[in-house]
């Protein structure tokens, strides 16, 4: 136990609290998805974590589609167009693999009022499958008799290998503080996530449709008597929390440059626990609890070691949960203010 | 109601065309009629990750299975003998299942793996007690020839060895006197961190352990720079190697980045990005294939000398598990990987740890240097 490499010394300090706002701001965007749909269907949705594994993909693809698969390092303005084509096909493809879950795995049992808890299971389900479908995408293109064609994108022969992004992004440290230096990379990933919250925000809080959004979360039934579509508006909430997880995967890409078919898994795992934190339902209380999470875990692993960070994560979460069951800043997307 | 009888039938159609699409999938076909008493048609097996984080290890090995058996059966052609593959993943947690297929399986005579430590910890027991002898390309923790399975051989060293040669490289060669040591807690890397921190002594200036997947590893890449070290050892396997040594470089690390055979390999250099992987030494114990050599990859030239010590036990005679096993023990040749012998617990009677280098954003197989 080492408080002391923690608070010793404002390099230390801002280092661990600085990287644990980056990956915060990850975990803040995927929560986004999970906050969303349970606030909407009082429903989390598991499969999430693979939405958001499938705009990683989607990174990685377009940038073998581009640049070729030789390996190169870029700096941040070089890389610049290639990731805005990157972003945009990350968010539309985890928007469709939000929308196709929407309509295979949730649609038909809602529409019969199945128990929510079958609906959990057909989300885990769903889950499974995706991320699976994911490490036998060799295999898909072989049917297909693309194999040749595709043999870039779907590496063939280590299907569940890591799938690296050929393009490196090199960091350039912008400015230092007190001995620590904050790079480029990690200012971008900051800004866009919270750029990108304060836009949900306004659009929940300011627009028709975000009105319609938070009646459907309040009581659907009252909402469609008002002249909501419920139905349009459940898509549109699984199409945002796409969109959002495209946005992470984007920066996630950017960050680390590699995925698998489980990546999603441990990243929606923690951003569901950032939800939860935050207060499930609300799109603030999923970026406070994700940047939260994101520090608590650096600082853990500075405290106790990095094989103690997860240990750190969860009993903050429990203490937290016993102190205010509702997660920290408790309300619900219904109950957000006009 | 009718539409859901049918769409009940066609559901069960698929799954039952999807299994059968899945059970269709070959895995090396084995096994003719060979009249009892010699070996003749009978099949090998490999055990190890074909898929997975370390995948590419596994596809090595039978890269060399591969080339071994095209050989001998150009040689031989009334007496071939072919390779059933079994992938692990390198996941012990995997491997036991697939040890009751092979000892279950008949036609399986010998075994060339299991590829990684944890897995042959684990599915240890269950060969030796079915007799079936296996020889491990790759596997290198020390603990498991100390179990007393007179089955299990290796043709590598183990990382009693190697951990010895890679605190001496960092303190002697590389001049670094304050090292770091990061491992992921799984058998391999936990042994092979383990020996290295013995023998850095005073030199260790601190340690932790990740988890296999970990992406974030901006927490370690600041203890690292606030202890001071000027060298980092990481035992594992070369996808959290590779990020390691890309955040570390990203975070302005200077020191010696090194990391042992399960990081040698050019995914490494392809995960960790040309400038995180530049000037990085990996060390392995296998030298160097030989310039011709038709088979690509770190224990390839090892997969290829197991399989043939097992080609030459059948060629000359050996009926069963147990003529096959006493074949092994006493043998001695010079294999592509070096010269060959075992001592009387499995291990390898030489080996030589050679450090390999990344240099210009590939890694350079071809020119290690030997740690003496």
Request: net charge negative; proline share 3%.
């Amino acid at each position: 136990m080492d408080f002391g490499n923690l608070f010793g010394s404002p390099e230390n300090f801002l280092s661990y609290t600085m990287g644990g706002l980056v990956f915060g701001a990850i975990y803040a965007l995927i929560a986004l998805g999970y906050t969303m749909v349970y606030g909407v269907l009082q429903l989390i949705n598991f499969a999430h974590s693979e939405v958001f594994m499938y705009g990683t993909f989607a990174v990685a693809w377009v940038f073998i589609l581009l640049h070729g698969t030789g390996s190169a390092t870029w700096d941040l303005g070089e890389a610049v167009p290639v990731l805005l084509v990157a972003l945009l096909a990350a968010c539309a493809l985890s928007a469709g693999v939000a929308l196709l879950i929407e309509r295979v795995a949730y649609r038909p049992l809602l529409n019969k009022n199945a128990p929510k808890l079958i609906a959990l299971i057909s989300a885990i389900g769903a889950s499974f499958a995706l991320a699976e479908a994911m490490g036998l995408r060799d295999r898909f293109a072989e049917v297909f008799r693309l194999d040749d064609n595709l043999a870039d994108y779907v590496a063939p022969g280590k299907a569940r290998d890591v799938f690296t992004n050929p393009v490196t992004i090199r960091e350039h440290d912008l400015f230092t503080i007190g001995g620590y230096s904050l790079s480029d990379i990690d200012l971008v990933i900051i800004v866009s996530a919270l750029l990108m919250m304060v836009a949900l925000d306004q659009f929940v809080r300011r627009t028709r449709f975000g009105r319609g959004i938070r009646a459907v979360a309040q009581d659907p039934e009252s909402a469609a008597l008002m002249g909501v579509n419920p139905t349009r508006v459940v898509q549109v909430t699984f199409v945002i929390g796409g969109l959002m997880a495209g946005v992470a995967a984007t920066l996630y890409m950017m960050k680390v440059g590699v995925t698998r078919q489980n990546a999603g898994f441990i990243l929606g795992v923690k951003a569901f626990t950032a939800a939860v934190m935050g207060g499930i339902g609300n799109l603030r209380g999923a970026l406070l609890g994700g940047l939260i999470l994101g520090v608590m875990e650096n600082w853990g692993s500075a405290v106790f070691g990095q094989s103690w960070k997860d240990v750190v994560a969860f009993v903050l979460l429990v203490l937290i949960l016993l102190v205010r069951p509702s997660g920290l800043l408790g309300e619900a997307l219904g109950k957000a203010r006009a | 109601m009718r539409l859901n009888k049918v769409f009940g039938a066609s559901v069960a159609t698929l799954a039952l065309s999807l299994s059968m699409v899945a059970c269709g999938s070959d895995d090396g076909d084995g096994g003719s009629d060979a009249d009892g008493g010699d070996l003749c048609g009978k099949n090998l097996a490999f055990l190890g990750a074909l898929t997975g984080d370390a995948g590419a290890l596994g596809q090595n090995m039978v890269n060399g299975i591969d080339l071994a058996l095209k050989e001998y059966n150009a040689d031989n052609p009334d007496c071939k003998i072919n390779l059933k593959k079994f992938d692990s993943q390198g996941s012990p947690e995997k491997a036991p299942a697939l040890a009751t297929q092979i000892i279950n399986d008949d036609t399986i005579v010998g075994l060339v793996g299991p590829g990684f430590s944890g897995e042959s910890l684990a599915t240890g027991k269950t060969f030796f007690e079915a007799g079936l002898p296996s020889i491990s390309p790759s596997a290198t923790n020390v603990t498991i020839t100390q179990q007393g399975w007179t089955t299990w051989h290796r043709v590598i060293g183990n990382d009693d060895a190697q951990g010895k040669a890679d605190a001496k490289y960092l303190t002697e060669t590389a001049g670094a006197s304050k090292v770091f040591v990061v491992d992921d807690g799984q058998d391999y890397s936990k042994g092979l961190a383990g020996t290295v921190k013995d023998a850095l002594g005073d030199a260790l200036v601190d340690s932790d352990q990740i988890s296999v997947g970990d992406t974030n590893m901006s927490a370690i890449v600041q203890a690292v720079k606030s202890s001071g070290a000027d060298a980092v050892f990481y035992g594992g396997y070369y996808t959290e190697a590779g990020l390691l040594a890309k955040q570390l470089r990203q975070g302005g690390f200077k020191g010696t980045f090194m990391s042992g055979d399960g990081s040698e390999d050019p995914n490494f250099v392809k995960v960790a990005g040309a400038e995180g992987a530049n000037d990085a030494v990996l060390s392995a114990p296998a030298a160097p294939a030989p310039a011709d050599f038709g088979a690509t990859g770190l224990y390839a030239t090892q997969a290829y000398d197991a399989t043939n010590i097992f080609l030459a036990a059948i060629k000359d005679g050996a009926k069963d598990g147990q003529e096959i096993n006493e074949f092994i023990g006493s043998y001695t040749g010079d294999g592509v990987s070096g010269p060959i012998a075992f001592d009387e617990n499995g291990d390898i009677k030489e080996s030589k740890i050679f450090a390999y280098f990344v240099k210009d954003g590939a890694l350079d197989v071809e020119n290690p240097e030997a740690i003496e």
